[in-house]
């Protein structure tokens, strides 16, 4: 079975200094692992995905994600905060049967000026 | 625009009443999917679709029914069995069978009064 738990349930930044959203993650196989952002009252937009080609992912709006085996990590980082990062981000594993996705419980990103 | 579509934006319901929520996709993906999302709460699978004429239930499909007659709709009634149905609803569609990136539509806020 997968799980995912992302470890900080808020995080709080200033802006133009990095982020960091920390994940954990378990499957029984190799998974497909991604990052969503879900802003105020808004759908999910897919921030990047890791699919074992390379284990350092980027994706949009300057994020990147590092995949970690050895610690089943999957942590989202972004080198400097923008007022418009302020979101929940969501890490998310993909099940083997049926392209089910398992999600993670979410972080709150608070950017202050 | 290529998009997946979801009305209305908002819905009220009295309690006891069935309510269907809308989800249309023009990107001519196969696979399609409703999620559940609570306050504080990662999303949970209600029921998906990976082609026309045929859908699964996902973990929280009780007081739910969905239909796929068409490949670009998918709409998910929320039945008076469902105990809880307030809630975010969020409809999902992917392009093949077993391709596991999903894309968002903009969400149907539902109260029940």
């Known amino acids: 079975a997968q799980s995912v738990t992302q470890l900080d349930s808020h995080v709080s930044v200033s802006e133009g200094t990095p982020v960091l959203l920390r994940c954990n993650y378990s499957?029984?196989?190799?998974?497909?692992l991604f990052w969503y952002v879900q802003h105020p009252n808004k759908g999910l937009q897919l921030l990047l995905k890791?699919?074992?080609?390379?284990?350092l992912v980027k994706g949009i709006n300057g994020f990147e994600a590092e995949f970690k085996k050895s610690e089943t990590s999957f942590h989202l980082t972004k080198p400097s905060a923008h007022m418009s990062d302020a979101a929940e981000y969501f890490c998310v594993v993909s099940r083997a049967a049926g392209n089910k996705l398992t999600f993670g419980g979410g972080t709150r990103v608070l950017v202050k000026p | 625009d290529g998009g997946i579509t979801q009305s209305p934006k908002y819905l009220f319901r009295k309690e006891g009443q069935n309510v269907t929520l809308s989800c249309e996709q023009n990107l001519n993906h196969d696979a399609m999917y409703w999620y559940r999302q609570d306050p504080g709460q990662g999303l949970r699978l209600i029921y998906y679709?990976?082609?026309?004429?045929?859908?699964q239930k996902g973990d929280i499909a009780e007081g739910y029914s969905v239909s796929r007659e068409k490949k670009e709709s998918f709409p998910l009634t929320v039945t008076s069995a469902q105990k809880n149905p307030t809630a975010f609803y969020l409809c999902?569609?992917?392009?093949?069978?077993?391709?596991?990136?999903?894309?968002f539509g903009p969400g149907t806020r539902l109260t029940v009064l």
């Open positions: 890791y699919t074992s080609a390379a284990t």
């Open positions: 999902a569609s992917s392009p093949r069978r077993g391709q596991d990136t999903q894309y």
């Open positions: 679709s990976q082609i026309v004429n045929d859908f």
């Open positions: 499957s029984s196989y190799s998974p497909s």
